[in-house]
């Protein structure tokens, strides 16, 4: 990866940018509106938000303000725990287009699985809502879709009816919350690793490790953590609201971290998970 509009290939051999730009716990309103047209103007072409970020309009706004051309644009968003289900999936689906102002989405993700919401039936809901997807796919009004916070156990259950095999999931990674076991699975299977909350919710920052190797650089904490990322073919999908920090988050590719440095950044734990744990989340 030379810049930030370079790409990953996903299994279906759609092409998505490889780093993102998040959006959440950023209400609608003009600072995500600006926010997202800042980003876009920092040269991220690739957009994430969600239903239950309840921002979708504003970053549909955003992006008709950039002024780029749709194409040139890699959109996400993410259907609502509470709406799984075949039916109850189509229909969010076209408020989520409306609220965008798309005629099509680039990714659509099932945001979590909710074994706490569905109980005994959880199972069958996350199937129901994978042959949802599949619809939609089929109808060509999602160029790609895929799974948020599964992990091995949530992703077979899916594949057990599965006629489309998912081609993302997105995750809590992080330096203190790495996902091994989970990432290396998904790589298994081709399924394309992304990382939300790639800084840890500023968690790293301070980390003297990672000041460290960044210095030898010249580089920030953020960018030794999200270059550390990409060099694992992980896709990072950070935010920030300071066009600054947007600017910093993108020059991540004018450097190479050595194999022994990632080791150490790797090595420095699994005990930092900073959101909820997929079979428990209870919304």
């Known amino acids: 990866m030379k810049n930030i509009r370079d790409c990953f290939v996903l299994n279906n051999g759609v092409k998505i940018p490889c780093v993102g730009y998040g959006t959440w716990r950023t209400p609608d309103g003009i600072d995500t509106v600006q926010a997202v047209r800042e980003a876009i103007g920092c040269g991220y072409r690739h957009i994430d938000t969600a239903q239950l970020y309840g921002n979708e309009e504003s970053v549909g706004k955003g992006i008709k303000e950039s002024g780029l051309n749709r194409s040139e644009l890699f959109v996400t968003t993410k259907l609502k725990n509470t709406d799984q289900?075949?039916?109850?999936?189509?229909?969010?689906?076209?408020?989520?287009?409306?609220?965008?102002?798309?005629?099509y989405l680039d990714l659509y993700l099932i945001h979590w699985p909710v074994p706490a919401v569905f109980k005994d039936d959880w199972k069958q809901v996350s199937r129901d809502?994978?042959?949802?997807?599949?619809?939609?796919?089929?109808?060509?009004?999602?160029?790609?879709?895929?799974?948020?916070?599964?992990?091995?156990?949530?992703?077979?259950?899916?594949?057990?009816?599965?006629?489309?095999?998912?081609?993302v999931d997105?995750?809590?990674?992080?330096?203190?919350?790495?996902?091994?076991?989970?990432?290396?699975?998904?790589?298994?299977?081709?399924?394309?690793?992304?990382?939300?909350?790639?800084?840890?919710?500023?968690?790293?920052?301070?980390?003297?490790?990672?000041?460290?190797?960044?210095?030898?650089?010249?580089?920030?904490?953020?960018?030794?953590?999200?270059?550390?990322?990409?060099?694992?073919?992980?896709?990072?999908?950070?935010?920030?609201l300071n066009p600054e920090r947007m600017a910093q988050n993108a020059d991540i590719f004018d450097f190479n971290l050595t194999q022994e440095e990632c080791l150490r950044i790797t090595g420095l734990g699994e005990t930092g998970r900073t959101g909820p744990d997929p079979d428990n989340i209870d919304f």
């Open 85 to 103: 289900g075949y039916d109850s999936t189509l229909r969010p689906f076209e408020g989520s287009m409306k609220r965008l102002g798309l005629d």
């Open 129 to 167: 809502t994978w042959r949802a997807f599949e619809r939609l796919y089929g109808e060509g009004l999602v160029r790609s879709i895929g799974l948020s916070n599964f992990l091995p156990h949530h992703i077979d259950n899916i594949e057990v009816s599965a006629h489309i095999k998912p081609s």
């Open 170 to 240: 997105q995750l809590e990674i992080h330096p203190f919350f790495t996902q091994k076991e989970t990432a290396a699975y998904c790589r298994r299977k081709g399924i394309q690793v992304q990382a939300w909350s790639p800084l840890g919710h500023g968690t790293i920052l301070d980390n003297p490790v990672i000041k460290e190797i960044g210095l030898r650089y010249h580089k920030t904490a953020a960018q030794t953590a999200l270059r550390w990322e990409l060099q694992q073919d992980i896709l990072p999908i950070p935010k920030s």
